[in-house]
C-alpha cells in the first residue's frame, strides 16, 4: 500500500514538471517563450522539444503562439507549429494558419496554408503565404484578399502591412470595391467565351493601392473604374476617405454637366474640414465657353447649434448675349438654430434665415441645386424668430421679409412683418378640450399697404356624447374669435381701424352603423353625418376651394380672421366595405364618402369657385378603393415587405364634385394605379369646368421593373386644353445598395426670360460610397432635338 502511495506521488509529480510553465533554458541562453501543453518532450539529441496538446508559447511581452503541437529547435532557434495556429502580439493583431515557422534570430514568422492576418479594428486578410517581422510589425503576403471593417473589399497578388505607419499597400493588380461578393466564387467558360459569375458591380483596379488606417485614407494608383467588369474611367491618381469616415478633407467625385442656356462645364467639389464642429464645400463650375461660377457650403454644427452658409459667385458673361446684363451673379443663404436650456422657459429657440439672389433668374439658368438652393425658388423669405416653450404654451415673437421674385415692381415686390407674436396654449376643462391661440403683426404690403392686425380665437371641444338608446353621437364645438385690425389701402378691407368679434357654435352630429358577417372577415360601416354651424356677422370675400373635408369645417374659409358667417349645415355620408384574409389583414377596402353644405341665405363674400356662395353648395365626395393581393416575405426583422417582382396591388380614387341639382359635374380627379408583379402603372386626369375654372391635365407614369434592381420608367404630362405635352421623360435604372447607374431622357416645356426648353439625356453614375454622380451629360454628343 506504501509503495502504491510513492508511486502515485511520483506520476503525480511528473505532470506537474510536464503541465505547467515549463522554461526552456539552456546554461548560456533563457528563450523568451515559454510553453505549456499536455505533453512536452524533449529529444537531447535532436536538442528539440516538442509540446503537444492544447500548446500555448507566450513571452513575457503578451506575445502568444497557440497550436495543437509546438516544436521548438533550440539549436537553429526556430519554432513550428502544426495545424489550426494562431499568433497574437501584444497590441492584439493575430495570425491564423495552418503552420507556423518562426526564425527567433531574425523574429520572423513564416505562415503558410490558409493564412488570415486581423488586426485590432478588425479588417482582416487572407493570404496563401505571409511573413511577418516582429520587431519592425510588418508583413507581406501573396494572392490578398481582404475583408475590411466597413465591408469594402481588396484584392491583390502581393500585399505588405506596416503597422507602425498604419498603411497597408495592396500591388500586382490591386482591385477596390465596396460590394457585396464573394472571393471564392470563380469565373467559368462557355464555348470558349469567359463568363463573370463573380463580378462586383464596380471596382477600382490600380497598379497599387495604399489604405492607411491611421488617416483612414485610400490611395489608388493609375486606378481604372470598372463597371462590371468593363473599364469605364481612368484617371493617375485618385484618393478617397474609407467607408468609415464621415468628415474628411479632400476633392468629392467630379462630374461632366451641360446647360441648355451656357454649354458643357465640369465640377470638381472639395471638401474641408475645418474643425470637429465645423467643414466647408466649395465647388467651382468651370464652363468652357462661359466664366465659371464658384459654389460655397459652410456647415457649422454645436451641441445646441447650427448655421449654414450656401452661396455662389460668378464674374459675369464672357459672351455677348442679348437676353442676359452685364455685371456679376451671386447668392447668399444663411440659416442659424440655437436652442436655449431655461432661457426665460423650459426650453426656447432661436432661428434666423437670410436669402439673397443677384437676378431672379440666376439659380434657374445655372440649375443650382444644393441642399439648401434649389433653381425652382419662387420667393425668398428673410426672416428672425425665437420662441419660448413651456408645457404645453408656446410664445414666438417673429420678423420676416418676403420677396416675390416673379414681381417685377419693386413697390409691390416686397412684403415686411414687423414684429409678429404669436401665443398658443392646450389644457382641458370640464371634459372639454382647448386651445387658445392670440396673434399680433404689423405688415406693409408694399408702397403704403398696411395691415396691423390682433386677433385672440379660443377653441373649444367637448368629449363624444353618445346616446346609447339610439346610437346617435354628438360633439359639440366653439370657437371664439377677436379680431382688431388697422387697414390702409388693403384692397377688398375696410379702411382704418376696426374691431370684429366672432363666436361660431356647431353640434357635429353621426349615428354609425355597423355590419359584419359571422366570421368577421367582411365588415361594413355606414356613418350619416350632420354638421351644424352658426356665425353672425359678416365676413371679408375669401377666394377659396371646396373639398369634401370642408363640408365639416369649422373655418371653410381656412382665415382666422375671416370666417365664414351665418347658418350653414354640412350633412353628408361615408360607407367603407372592407375584407379580411384569413389572417385578419385586410386585402380589400372600399371607402366613399357624399356631402354638401346647405344655408337659408346666399353668402357672396365667399367666391363662386368654391360654390359656397349659394345656398346649396355643389355637391362634394369620393369614392376610394384598394385591393391588395401581394404576396408578402419575412424579413430578418419579421416585418412584413413586398418584393418589386411580386406586387399585385391594385388602387383607385375618384374625387368629384357635382352641380347643386346633380345635373351636371363640375370637377373629375381620377387617380389610378396598378402594381402587378414586376409593372407598376399609375394614370391621372383631373378637369375641371365652370365656376372652377377650364383645364384638362392627364399624367401616366409606368415603371418597369426586369430584376429587383433594374428598372424602366416613363412619364408625361399632357395639357388636353392646349393639346400640348409639357413634360416628357423616359429613364433607365440600375440600383442597389452598391451602385446607381442611369441615364434620363427628358423634355422640358417653359420659356421664361433667359430659362429655354430644353432637352437633355443624362447619365447618372453613383458609387454609393462616393455618393455623387461621376457620369458626364451626353446630350451634346447626341444631338436630341
Not at 452661396?311 to 442676359?324: I, M, N, V
Not at 407674436?421 to 382647448?434: G, R, V
Not at 413586398?642 to 387617380?671: L, Q, T, V
Request: aromatic share 14%.
Amino acid at each position: 500500500m506504501i509503495k502504491k502511495k510513492i508511486n502515485q506521488h511520483i506520476y503525480f509529480f511528473l505532470f506537474l514538471i510536464l503541465n505547467i510553465n515549463i522554461s526552456i533554458s539552456t546554461a548560456n541562453e533563457k528563450l523568451e517563450y515559454e510553453l505549456t501543453a499536455i505533453k512536452i518532450e524533449y529529444n537531447e539529441n535532436k536538442n528539440l522539444i516538442t509540446a503537444t496538446g492544447d500548446a500555448v508559447a507566450r513571452d513575457t511581452k503578451g506575445k502568444v503562439i497557440k497550436s495543437p503541437k509546438i516544436i521548438y529547435d533550440k539549436k537553429n532557434k526556430i519554432i513550428k507549429t502544426f495545424s489550426n495556429s494562431i499568433y497574437e502580439d501584444d497590441k492584439k493583431n493575430k495570425i491564423f494558419a495552418e503552420n507556423f515557422i518562426y526564425d527567433l534570430s531574425q523574429k520572423k514568422i513564416t505562415a503558410s496554408n490558409n493564412v488570415k492576418y486581423e488586426d485590432n479594428k478588425g479588417n482582416y486578410y487572407l493570404f496563401d503565404t505571409f511573413d511577418y517581422y516582429e520587431m519592425d510589425e510588418k508583413g507581406n503576403g501573396t494572392n490578398l484578399k481582404a475583408t475590411n471593417i466597413d465591408n469594402s473589399k481588396i484584392k491583390a497578388l502581393s500585399a505588405s502591412i506596416d503597422n507602425k505607419s498604419g498603411n497597408v499597400t495592396f500591388e500586382n493588380g490591386a482591385t477596390y470595391t465596396t460590394c457585396k461578393f464573394n472571393f471564392e466564387e470563380k469565373n467559368y467558360f462557355f464555348n470558349n467565351l469567359k463568363v463573370l459569375k463573380n463580378c462586383p458591380e464596380w471596382e477600382i483596379v490600380s497598379k497599387k493601392t495604399r489604405h492607411n488606417k491611421n488617416e483612414k485614407m485610400i490611395y489608388h494608383d493609375h486606378p481604372i473604374l470598372k463597371l462590371k467588369g468593363l473599364p469605364v474611367f481612368y484617371t493617375p491618381y485618385f484618393s478617397h476617405p474609407d467607408p468609415t469616415v464621415k468628415r474628411k478633407s479632400g476633392f468629392l467625385t467630379p462630374s461632366f454637366l451641360n446647360n441648355d442656356n451656357y454649354g458643357r462645364s465640369t465640377k470638381t467639389p472639395y471638401f474641408y474640414v475645418l474643425n470637429d464642429k465645423e467643414d466647408i464645400t466649395f465647388t467651382p463650375i468651370i464652363y468652357f465657353d462661359e466664366n465659371p461660377i464658384f459654389l460655397s457650403e459652410y456647415r457649422r454644427v454645436g451641441k445646441n447649434n447650427k448655421l449654414v452658409i450656401d452661396s455662389s459667385y460668378t464674374s459675369g458673361y464672357r459672351k455677348d448675349r442679348a437676353d442676359q446684363t452685364d455685371g456679376s451673379r451671386n447668392h447668399f443663404f444663411l440659416k442659424f438654430n440655437q436652442i436655449y436650456e431655461d432661457l426665460f422657459s423650459a426650453r426656447s429657440e432661436l432661428n434666423f434665415n437670410l436669402q439673397r439672389i443677384s437676378q431672379k433668374t440666376y439659380l434657374k439658368s445655372h440649375e443650382i441645386l444644393t441642399p439648401y438652393v434649389n433653381p425652382d425658388i419662387r420667393y425668398l423669405n428673410n426672416e428672425f424668430d425665437i420662441s419660448f416653450y413651456k408645457e404645453k404654451k408656446n410664445l414666438k415673437v417673429s420678423a420676416r421679409i418676403y420677396e416675390n421674385l416673379r414681381d417685377a415692381n419693386s413697390n409691390t415686390k416686397y412684403q415686411y412683418t414687423l414684429p409678429e407674436i404669436n401665443y398658443s396654449d392646450f389644457f382641458s376643462y370640464l371634459n372639454y378640450d382647448i386651445n387658445l391661440n392670440s396673434d399680433f403683426y404689423a405688415t406693409n404690403y408694399g408702397g403704403d399697404s398696411n395691415k396691423v392686425e390682433l386677433s385672440n380665437n379660443i377653441a373649444a371641444q367637448s368629449e363624444q356624447k353618445i346616446i346609447k338608446s339610439i346610437g346617435l353621437g354628438n360633439v359639440f364645438k366653439a370657437t371664439f374669435y377677436n379680431i382688431e385690425k388697422y387697414n390702409k389701402k388693403i384692397e377688398g378691407e375696410k379702411e382704418n381701424f376696426n374691431i370684429e368679434n366672432y363666436l361660431t357654435v356647431a353640434s357635429d352630429l353621426t349615428y354609425p352603423l355597423y355590419k359584419s358577417d359571422k366570421s368577421n372577415l367582411i365588415e361594413q360601416t355606414l356613418i350619416p353625418r350632420l354638421f351644424v354651424k352658426y356665425t353672425p356677422g359678416s365676413m371679408d370675400p375669401s377666394n377659396r376651394t371646396f373639398t369634401f373635408n370642408e363640408v365639416f369645417s369649422m373655418n371653410r374659409a381656412n382665415n382666422s380672421s375671416n370666417p365664414d358667417t351665418g347658418l350653414s349645415v354640412g350633412h353628408g355620408i361615408s360607407w367603407e366595405l372592407s375584407k379580411k384574409k384569413d389572417n385578419f389583414d385586410k386585402y380589400f377596402v372600399l371607402n366613399s364618402a357624399l356631402g354638401q353644405v346647405l344655408r337659408f341665405d346666399d353668402l357672396p363674400e365667399m367666391s363662386s369657385s368654391s360654390s359656397l356662395n349659394q345656398k346649396k353648395s355643389n355637391i362634394v365626395g369620393y369614392i376610394d378603393s384598394k385591393i391588395d393581393n401581394a404576396e408578402y416575405k419575412e424579413n430578418p426583422e419579421n416585418q412584413k415587405i413586398s418584393s418589386n417582382m411580386d406586387g399585385d396591388i391594385f388602387a383607385a380614387r375618384y374625387d368629384f364634385a357635382i352641380d347643386n341639382n346633380a345635373r351636371d359635374i363640375y370637377k373629375h380627379d381620377i387617380n389610378i394605379s396598378k402594381n402587378y408583379k414586376s409593372n407598376i402603372i399609375e394614370v391621372s386626369y383631373s378637369e375641371s369646368r365652370k365656376n372652377l375654372g377650364s383645364s384638362r391635365t392627364g399624367t401616366l407614369d409606368l415603371k418597369k421593373y426586369f430584376t429587383e434592381d433594374f428598372s424602366m420608367n416613363i412619364s408625361a404630362t399632357k395639357n388636353f386644353v392646349t393639346h400640348s405635352t409639357e413634360t416628357n421623360s423616359i429613364a433607365v435604372i440600375y440600383e442597389n445598395d452598391c451602385i446607381k447607374v442611369s441615364g434620363r431622357l427628358d423634355k422640358k416645356f417653359y420659356n421664361d426670360t433667359n430659362i429655354k426648353p430644353s432637352n437633355s439625356f443624362l447619365m447618372e453614375i453613383v458609387l454609393k460610397p462616393f455618393g455623387e454622380n461621376i457620369a458626364p451629360d451626353i446630350s451634346p454628343l447626341l444631338k436630341i432635338d
